[in-house]
């Protein structure tokens, strides 16, 4: 075994202490949910018996995780460069751990539209805070003032709009994939 095999075995072990913690598990909560002794778990966890590949694929589904997650070491790129898109005024941050989900940084000028007609609906989630300045929000019936520092969360299939109180307001927001792809569709109408 080399140092740096070493180094991912005490990693994994912390890990899997660390999920179970989190979750407010005892050792034989996990146990019970990984199926394995809690006499087990506890020498895994303290690195007194070698960890099985087959205990491993258990424990990551118990503590509902991946394995990859759990035996993840690539640290390398933890800088994420924007892509800028000048025509629609945002910059966007692809989110590594869950492919598909982007975090995207927008300035608005115009209000939201006049009438729910204009309003789209398509499959996703999104969740975004105001920076800066104030949104309006028009979610099915609903018109939403969200302020600066606070925070929506919403399904995307609920028919949505968003525009400005008065002035620029500047949002994040983080998209799920079917949200990105609804968005994106919207802009090539």
């Given at each position: 075994m080399t140092q740096e095999d070493g180094d991912l075995?005490?990693?994994?072990?912390?890990?899997?202490?660390?999920l179970r913690v989190a979750q407010g598990w005892s050792l034989d909560e996990l146990a019970t949910r990984a199926r394995i002794s809690p006499s087990s778990l506890s020498r895994i966890e303290n690195g007194q018996r070698r960890l099985a590949l087959d205990q491993l694929v258990t424990l990551s589904r118990a503590l509902d995780t991946?394995?990859?997650?759990?035996?993840?070491?690539?640290?390398d790129d933890v800088?994420?460069?924007?892509?800028?898109?000048?025509?629609?005024?945002?910059?966007?941050?692809?989110?590594?751990?869950?492919?598909?989900?982007?975090?995207?940084?927008q300035?608005?000028?115009?209000?939201?539209?006049?009438?729910t007609a204009s309003l789209r609906?398509?499959?996703?989630?999104?969740?975004?805070?105001?920076?800066?300045?104030?949104?309006?929000?028009?979610?099915?019936?609903r018109r939403i003032r969200v302020e600066t520092n606070q925070a929506a969360e919403f399904p995307t299939m609920l028919p949505h709009a968003i525009g400005t109180a008065g002035g620029p307001c500047e949002i994040l927001g983080i998209f799920d994939r079917e949200?990105?792809?609804g968005h994106n569709a919207d802009k090539k109408a």
């Amino acid at each position: 075994m080399t140092q740096e095999d070493g180094d991912l075995d005490s990693l994994v072990r912390k890990r899997i202490r660390a999920l179970r913690v989190a979750q407010g598990w005892s050792l034989d909560e996990l146990a019970t949910r990984a199926r394995i002794s809690p006499s087990s778990l506890s020498r895994i966890e303290n690195g007194q018996r070698r960890l099985a590949l087959d205990q491993l694929v258990t424990l990551s589904r118990a503590l509902d995780t991946s394995l990859d997650r759990l035996v993840e070491t690539d640290t390398d790129d933890v800088i994420v460069s924007p892509m800028i898109d000048g025509a629609h005024g945002t910059m966007r941050w692809p989110i590594k751990a869950e492919p598909g989900m982007t975090v995207m940084r927008q300035r608005m000028t115009p209000p939201p539209p006049d009438t729910t007609a204009s309003l789209r609906a398509h499959s996703g989630r999104e969740w975004l805070v105001v920076l800066s300045g104030t949104a309006i929000l028009l979610l099915g019936n609903r018109r939403i003032r969200v302020e600066t520092n606070q925070a929506a969360e919403f399904p995307t299939m609920l028919p949505h709009a968003i525009g400005t109180a008065g002035g620029p307001c500047e949002i994040l927001g983080i998209f799920d994939r079917e949200a990105r792809r609804g968005h994106n569709a919207d802009k090539k109408a």
